[in-house]
């Protein structure tokens, strides 16, 4: 059996600058810009990778030979949401209300010791905040 180990989420976004703005403002994501070079599927196209909660995710632009669709309505089939530990669910949520996030969810108590909120993103995504 190989050994799999995490390497990135991809994101998808029809404005990847914008989707970024909002992590590094919503929850202090660190960013790299750069522009992909020639001979790639985005030459010429702003490039976004960010480290959010110790993981790579990349932002990629709409592309460029295939439709894109909007994002499935929540609760949905396949990669839902994702995942940020937080020491105290209500205090993250107050203060991300306080930079104009939208809560979607909560915060609500799902079962004894776990605590959590929901918070919608750009292009549908959504990034669940955790309190155990």
Same mark, same amino acid.
């Given at each position: 059996?190989?050994?799999?180990?995490?390497?990135?989420?991809?994101?998808?976004?029809?404005?990847?600058?914008?989707?970024?703005?909002?992590?590094?403002?919503?929850?202090?994501?660190? #960013?790299?810009?750069? #522009?992909?070079?020639?001979?790639?599927?985005?030459?010429?196209?702003?490039?976004?990778?960010?480290?959010?909660?110790?993981?790579?995710?990349?932002?990629?632009?709409?592309?460029?030979?295939?439709?894109?669709?909007?994002?499935?309505?929540?609760?949905?089939?396949?990669?839902?949401?994702?995942?940020?530990?937080?020491?105290?669910?209500? =205090?993250?949520?107050?203060?991300l209300r306080a930079k104009g996030a939208e809560? =979607?969810?909560?915060?609500?108590?799902?079962?004894?010791?776990?605590?959590? =909120?929901?918070?919608r993103g750009p292009e549908g995504v959504m990034?669940?905040?955790?309190?155990?």
């Amino acid at each position: 059996m190989h050994d799999y180990c995490y390497d990135h989420v991809h994101l998808r976004s029809t404005d990847p600058d914008a989707t970024a703005r909002f992590f590094e403002t919503m929850f202090g994501a660190e #960013v790299t810009r750069s #522009v992909y070079p020639p001979g790639t599927l985005y030459p010429g196209q702003q490039r976004i990778a960010m480290r959010l909660g110790g993981q790579t995710v990349l932002i990629a632009p709409p592309h460029p030979h295939e439709p894109n669709e909007p994002a499935p309505r929540f609760p949905h089939y396949g990669l839902e949401h994702i995942g940020l530990t937080v020491d105290d669910v209500d =205090a993250a949520v107050e203060e991300l209300r306080a930079k104009g996030a939208e809560i =979607a969810v909560g915060p609500l108590t799902r079962n004894p010791g776990l605590r959590l =909120a929901f918070i919608r993103g750009p292009e549908g995504v959504m990034i669940e905040l955790v309190q155990r």
